[in-house]
């Protein structure tokens, strides 16, 4: 069974572009959640898509965002990039939405903005 | 708000020892779930073991055994016998059981080094 994979898995950008990242869940899987990870900020909930629907959302700009398609496969967008955006950007994909649904989690994708 | 704390940066432990990563947690929800990820250099999570609020007994799989003191809100793992693998970053996690969705949040780490 193939785990979840992500694309790119390296990205370099520059300030001010914008850059969409995408995310293939397990098959069967209709969640995808995203996660940004920095060295200052740790890891943080950027937003949960469930049946192409956004169920969570965490604390960040508007400049994140992102859709889930029919097939499950996910993308999110950053537009207007910062320095600050740097990061690994992972997702996890679940079967169901929550509860004690376990998350299977992606290799990443590091993005770099210079 | 919910929290998770993890106090220790990083830890030394010797191979075939077992070693103990701390976690405390703060919520005011009454059904929540605990988990534990282990992080290597690749960057994937990868997922150790889960603890429900509501269960009776600590949780186990294999070398990983979750200490579960509810009053104290502590979530602490235990690895028995320490291989040069289990060398990786580890995250202790929480989120609410009772609502729809994930949000997870994750502690800062714990970057443990496994010596031969």
């Known amino acids: 069974k193939a785990g979840v994979t992500q694309t790119p898995r390296y990205l370099i950008k520059t300030r001010g572009q914008q850059v969409t990242l995408s995310c293939s869940p397990i098959s069967g899987h209709r969640s995808v959640s995203w996660y940004q990870q920095t060295p200052g900020q740790g890891l943080q909930f950027l937003f949960e898509?469930?049946?192409?629907?956004?169920?969570n959302k965490g604390n960040f700009p508007g400049r994140f965002s992102g859709r889930q398609f029919s097939n499950s496969r996910s993308e999110m967008n950053v537009s207007t990039l910062e320095l600050g955006d740097s990061a690994l950007y992972l997702c996890a994909s679940s079967r169901t939405s929550g509860g004690i649904s376990e998350q299977y989690f992606g290799p990443g994708t590091r993005l770099t903005v210079t | 708000a919910q929290k998770i704390t993890q106090t220790q940066p990083g830890m030394f432990v010797q191979e075939k020892e077992a070693v103990t990563l701390d976690c405390t947690y703060d919520t005011s929800d009454p059904s929540y779930g605990l988990f534990w990820y282990k992080q290597p250099s690749s960057g994937e999570m990868i997922f150790l073991i889960y603890?429900?609020?509501?269960?009776?007994q600590n949780a186990t799989e294999g070398r990983y055994s979750l200490n579960f003191q509810k009053a104290r809100k502590s979530a602490n793992l235990v690895i028995s016998a320490s291989q040069l693998g289990d060398s990786a970053m580890y995250f202790c996690a929480m989120r609410r059981l009772n609502t729809g969705g994930f949000k997870t949040i994750f502690g800062a780490g714990t970057r443990l080094f496994v010596k031969a």
């Open positions: 898509y469930f049946s192409e629907t956004q169920r």
């Open positions: 603890q429900g609020s509501y269960d009776q």
